[in-house]
């Protein structure tokens, strides 16, 4: 690995003077590491710092609620995630993909921040995350902002996070209505894989089901039917597929993946689509 | 070269004091600055979990951590796992069940099980198969590794804070007695 100089600051204000003093490609943020490590052993990253912001007093690893949002602070783990009572009841989606993002020794590293800072189509927790219409808290030296999850992936790696911002916290709306949720996904193996197909579906009691799919295309893309056809196990089976079909009308999966082909990976939607929308409905529950 | 930095963090029970290169990896510091070799490096990408440890209790694959992050933390590696000269009782039962063939990825195999029985005490098949998803073992041994695994659940461990070994303890009492890690290895 190159040499690099480590910062630990204890502030946020710290935190974000170093990565404006070495914009833009001069710094690195370090929180779970399980993607940053990697790329900066192969040589893709070659930052002169690395900033490590897991003793940034205003950034925590706790999940609370804060005004009308469920506020997870960029610190939080996977197994955190998973592991929270609370997150498993009214965002079972998030606790369940996170759950299956790598490794025990994984997940016990990686945070639910650096998961979309890293903006893998295939990310396991970005779906979910869609679908409960998460919101990106970020610092920067204009100070702070809130970024809805939906505008914050552009592609693959790239987000719309500004030169000297990071993320602090993701805030997740408290559930209004009775709704179920679940995440589900297809794999080459069991066990520890990256995703061919990762998928979160939300079905709430006035009908909306909302979708969000990840690694068929450059970001995860995120759809709401609010005709309450999907919702609807009795609406002829023609109108739930076409509607379905509207849904994934713009998945495109790549090509040249070794994954998972164009066409099964189309073809492993349509059905994890049904299934997530049977189990979804399944869980409906009054908050 | 990056600046050297001064961290102070527990391992197998012995309080220690390392300069480490800012880019050295917490299993390069394990392996070179600390010569405990029983951790292994591998596919340094997270996949394999060989260089798997225990900070803090919970297993990490230890090339995916920076060694400055260990600042402050209490590390176990496989050597910590016996107590002088009794082994942990996973280590006794992947040897009673011949889990280990060529054994370059039981240390890992051995921390990831150690950390999901502390979790979980009595773990189902399935608890097994999940708990060590993340440590693959290239003989496919898989089969005598969870049967070692299910065989040793229930059988009192001595946890995820490892003691120093006998002949250790006189020096984990004096920090300041550490002696040149690369001429010490435990």
Redesign the interface.
């Known amino acids: ?6 910062e ?1 600051p204890a502030h946020l204000d710290d935190a974000v003077a170093l990565l404006t003093e070495n914009t833009p490609d001069g710094a690195r943020v ?1 929180a779970g ?2 993607d940053l ?2 790329r ?2 192969d040589g893709t990253l070659r930052p002169k710092v ?1 900033v ?1 912001v ?1 003793r940034v007093a205003e950034i925590d690893g706790s999940i609370r609620e804060v005004g009308d949002m469920l506020r997870i602070g960029a610190r939080t783990t996977m ?1 955190d995630i998973g592991a929270d009572a609370r997150i498993r009841r009214d965002y079972t989606a998030l606790a369940e993909g996170a759950a299956v993002v ?5 997940r ?2 990686a945070t639910l921040a650096g998961n979309i800072c890293n903006a893998s189509p295939a990310a396991d927790t970005s779906p979910a995350l869609l679908v409960f219409g998460a919101v990106v808290v970020v610092a920067g030296p204009a100070g702070e902002r809130r970024i809805p999850l939906d505008a914050f992936f552009i592609r693959s790696g790239v987000t719309t996070l500004a030169s000297g911002e990071l993320v602090v916290a993701i805030e997740l709306p408290l559930p209004g209505v009775a709704r179920g949720s679940t995440h589900v996904r297809r794999t080459r193996r ?3 894989d990256l995703a061919s197909v990762t998928l979160a579906c939300s079905v709430s009691a006035d009908g909306v089901t909302r979708i969000a799919y990840g690694s068929l295309g450059p970001r995860p893309l995120l759809r709401v039917d609010e005709t309450g056809v999907l919702a609807d196990a009795g609406a002829p089976e023609t109108a739930r597929l076409e509607r379905l079909e509207a849904m994934f009308a713009e998945a495109s999966p790549s090509p040249t993946s070794l994954r998972a082909g164009p066409d099964y990976r189309l073809a492993m939607l349509r059905i994890l689509g049904l299934r997530a929308i049977a189990a979804a409905s399944g869980r409906l529950r009054p908050v | 070269m990056s600046p050297a930095v001064h961290i102070e963090l527990t391992v197998n029970g012995r309080p220690r004091a390392v300069e480490v290169e800012a880019h050295h990896t917490l299993l390069d510091v394990l392996r070179d600055d600390l010569a405990l070799t029983g951790t292994k490096e591998c596919c340094l990408v997270g996949e394999c979990g060989a260089c798997s440890v225990l900070v803090d209790g919970a297993a990490v694959d230890s090339c995916l951590m920076l060694g400055v992050e260990a600042d402050g933390t209490a590390i176990t590696t496989v050597e910590g796992l016996a107590t002088g000269d009794r082994l942990d009782p996973l280590q006794a039962a992947f040897l009673a069940t011949g889990a280990v063939q060529c054994g370059f990825c039981i240390p890992g195999q051995l921390i990831a099980a150690r950390a999901m029985l502390s979790l979980n005490p009595s773990p189902t098949r399935a608890d097994v198969e999940e708990g060590l998803a993340g440590n693959l073992c290239r003989c496919a041994g898989y089969e005598q590794i969870i049967e070692a695994v299910l065989a040793a659940a229930g059988a009192p461990g001595d946890g995820t804070t490892a003691q120093p070994r006998a002949h250790d303890a006189h020096r984990a009492s004096d920090p300041a007695a550490t002696p040149d890690a690369r001429l010490a290895p435990q």
């Open positions: 690995m190159r040499a690099f100089t480590y630990r370090l590491g399980t490590i990697i900066l052993r690395v490590d897991k197994t790598g490794s025990v020794q994984i016990n590293r069991r066990g520890h």
